[in-house]
């Protein structure tokens, strides 16, 4: 291992905004408050407790926490300023992402529980646990992660837990012209363990369970409290 990647294991990130209070807690170790200018290490499990949380990768990579979140560096890896390997895992809460674009296609990707995001160099959104309504023979709202693509493309696949919890439909509802709308396809559980989607820019998608839809991305989300920060620190 080159003396650059042991360096970035150590210090993977700076906080440049924190509006609110949040903490980082490394592995083994007690919560330790952070302010801006503060070192974010790989291992390390973020929390904001209140207002919102930017930081900036070894690579310039952006990433945007809002209140309530808690995001685990899984994977942090860097060769000088080049990202060699990125992931993290969103438990809790939003995240907003702009990604360098890695001239060698390295990975960076986030996970929550239901869904995998996985890009080269875009702008993204992901809401962890979100309430859906209920759709038509549906009794009651369900959670689901929700990926919402501002600029390039994400690949987005279910994650372990979903892919084997259910055999589910997956229902393709898009305004773009460009794509084609399908009716509802059951689907095999193989089928469903493979099942990605290239997420386009101004497109989002509903992970859950058992649900899979893709749509245009809703005028509310661009503009709740989240976004509007986002925008006004970038």
Known sequence: ?????????????????????????????????????????????????????????????VIVLSEGSQLVISQAE???????????????????????????????????????????????????????KASKGKSQARSASIIRVTQGVVNVKPSASVSAASHPTVKPVSKSPRVQVAGPTEISSDEWEKKFVDLQQNQQITVGVDLWEQAQIQEAAKNDAFSQWIEKNQ
């Open 1 to 61: 291992m080159s003396v650059f990647s042991m360096v970035a294991i150590a210090d993977v990130a700076k906080v440049t905004v924190l509006s609110g209070v949040a903490t980082r807690t490394p592995t083994g170790a007690s919560a330790i408050p952070l302010a801006v200018g503060s070192s974010i290490e790989m291992g390390d499990v973020l929390s904001v407790q209140k207002g919102n949380l930017k930081f900036e990768l070894t690579d310039s990579s």
């Open 78 to 132: 860097f060769e000088g300023h080049a990202r060699t390997g990125f992931a993290a895992t969103l438990t809790l809460g939003s995240l907003w992402t702009k990604v360098k674009k890695s001239l060698t296609g390295a990975k960076f990707e986030v996970s929550t529980d239901r869904a995998v995001a996985g890009v080269r160099g875009t702008i993204f959104r992901i809401d962890a646990d979100a309430i859906v």
